[in-house]
């Protein structure tokens, strides 16, 4: 009859993949980072990470440079909002979809091209 | 005429067409749709009524109170946790016996968070002093809004129209919209007992002694427990009230009928399901099922919970050998309130009691589970069976 | 009772593309009509489904569709993602918006009727992924229950501020091209 534990007794949930599965096929517009403006990659040192804060589904990275995971970005914008060097921008999905050029990258990174 | 709408649809042009004066509410989830709607109705100019925007649902019945104290016709709405934090001024709304209409669109309390449909946040509300309807549709929706209205300020108590949060607030169905002509001779405009008057100033409801007073006026004015009793005489003759506007209802309309309980197949029955919602409709095709099969099962739809029909309940379910109540919410640490209201109604009477628990925080209620669990049941459950229809422990 | 299933994503208008068709119905006297979206997770590009239940009498089961009759996907992109087909009842329609043709997939035993409604949309002078006018000619000339005209109807009151008569063109225009294969 399950686990009784306590830590099951109440809802916990820890960052990473959720209920809503690949939620990077929600997307109808993707963040881009440009590294010449992004803080700790024009520095090499670990500083700012604004964007991996700020995102509430914590698919950015603490790493220089950031990455961003874009099989579970659902395009918030929040990162493109909050960066103080403006380095984030939103982009078209289907413009990034052209130019990734094909169906690979589609299915790997799950973005929804405008057909 | 009929319309294709979903349920908030339905209470917003319920509220519309009972000419309420004074809106304060503050959205939550599933009823913002509603409130969203009557603050599109007042903003065109359609409806003719005060939107008082607020910062919290407190104030939205705090709002409320005073508009219905100066004699304004006041409706708000709210959900769950929304609903929770109302509740020192539910308590007042009803004490200070203003006929305000709230719509409770039915959704589970955190924690854990949860948005979906149960009874927990209606029913923990349930010993306020207001009355409470449950709608199993559209139709008793739209209905129902204009029916609270009129049994509010027939009897001077408040009135929570209650509805399954998503499997009405969002679910689409026709419905027949209340003709305005027709509107204006089942609900007169609201003629107050008595109306705040900036000519003739007074303080309503301050410290009340525990005994009667001499008033300014040299009579003897009730103590705080008078005033309480005449609101639970008054509750209890609401059954009656009830009644009467559902029949002057129906003269008008040429739909309505029973505005305490909703029988279905219950004639010769050995069992009776009980419940709230839009559950006892799915129930009426489990019982269809299960009658095909031989069994003589019934449902019976409790319309008005609040003051609770237990006459008219003890004399549905005389005769019958099982009634078992089917529950969204439940009282922590005993069992569902319906269930302990059903067994106190029918104490020394024949039927035993069973109660079940079902659809807690938005649980899909399978109807298949529902004719698989109450087969079972009627043939004898295994004790081990804990009463909670669809737990996945 | 015909049970419908609607699959898209939030913000492609599923559901408005339901209620048009349950307003027909009504109006082509189903009495019993009821349309109930996915509960509480309509976010803008999510996959979404919409059940939609169409009876000769009042319905009093609102739970949702388990085994529908037909199910009506607005992108066919979602087929990687949801299974659309799950409880379709053998012999069953799939209604599919794609650019491809009907030889490019196989439903097993469901019939399926294709059109590019996204592309047929715009022919028809609206902008670039509304579909949900379309889809519904689509479901009209595969499923012959309500009559096209009464449709065509509630399409233009529905939007009668936002493009009605491309709307109405839309689902003409795919009403001709829709292709059904067989079983």
Redesign the interface.
Known sequence: ??TRGYRYK??HSLSGPGDGGKTGSWRIQRPVIDLERCTPARRGTEVCFICWLYCPDSVISRTIPPVIDYEYCKGCGICAEECPTKAITMIDEADAYQDDEGLQACSTEGPRPCT | M?I?EDGNAAAALGVKLAGAQVIAAYPI??QTPLTEKLSEFIESGEMKAQYVPVESEHSALAACIAASSTGARAFTATSANGLLYMHEQIHWAAGARLPIVMCVVNRAVG???N??NDHQDSISQRDTGWIQMYACDHQQIIDGVLKAFALAEAVSIPVMLCYDG???S?????FEVPEEEKIARFLKPFAPAYALDPDDPANLNTVTLPDVRVDVNGETAHGYMEIRYLLQEDHRAALTVAQEIEDRFTEVFGRGDDALLEPYRCEDAEYVVVGLG?LT??L??VVDTLRAEGFKIGVLGVRLYRPFPSEALAEALTGVQEVIVIEKALSYGYEGALCSDLKAALCGRQPTVTGMIAGIG?R????ADLTDTLRAHVRGAPDEDPGWIGIR? | MIEIRWHGRGGQGAITA??IF??AA?KAGY?G?????T??TERRGAPVFTSLKIAREK??????I?TPDIVVVLDHLILAEVDVTAGLRSGGLVVLNTPKPLVAYDFGPARLAVADITGLSVEAGLPQGRVNSGIIGSLCRAFDTVPFELVLAEIEDEFKTKKPQANVQAARLAYEKTVVGDA
């Open positions: 009859m399950g109440t809802s | 009929h294709i989830t599933p924690a854990p968070w948005i979906w998503y499997l009405l969002h679910t689409y169905m026709p839009s409709y799915q009426h095709d938005g899909e209620i399978r109807t422990l | 339901a209620k349950a307003t009504f009495t009509v009821t349309m109930a979206p509960f509480g319905i009093y089961d609102i739970s949702p388990e």
